[in-house]
Nanobody
Framework: QVQLVESGGGLVQPGGSLRLSCAAS????????MGWYRQAPGKQRELVAT???????NYADSVKGRFTISIDNAKTAMYLQMNSLKPEDTAVYYC???????????WGQGTQVTVSS
């Protein structure tokens, strides 16, 4: 069974850093396009960053230069390094995976990130 499990969220002061992790259970990311989304209270879920099977990265304008998406060599874990965090980055962050072969989408359960002094 395909499962995505996020971790690493928490409370951080403005200007601080957090690293989110997304672990694969029961599969590898080898045939997946992966990404991070976030949803703030009262807002729609939005794209934060994506990474293709070939390693191409794409970022929302609001996080460019501050966030970095990566996948480990074993392709069983994805990360989102978040630096220079701002209060407007406060949201629930979701790990997303798209199986290119079966065209099936998977979501993690989400992890809360709160940026506040």
């Amino acid at each position: 069974q395909v499962q995505l499990v996020e971790s690493g969220g928490g409370l951080v002061q403005p200007g601080g850093s957090l690293r989110l992790s997304c672990a694969a259970s029961g599969f590898t990311f080898r045939n997946f396009a992966m990404g991070w989304y976030r949803q703030a209270p009262g807002k729609q879920r939005e794209l934060v960053a994506t990474i293709t099977r070939g390693g191409n990265r794409n970022y929302a304008d609001s996080v460019k230069g501050r966030f970095t998406i990566s996948i480990d060599n074993a392709k069983t874990a994805m990360y989102l390094q978040m630096n220079s965090l701002k209060p407007e980055d406060t949201a629930v962050y979701y790990c997303y995976g798209f199986d290119v072969a079966t065209r099936t989408s998977y979501w993690g359960q989400g992890t809360q990130v709160t940026v506040s002094s």
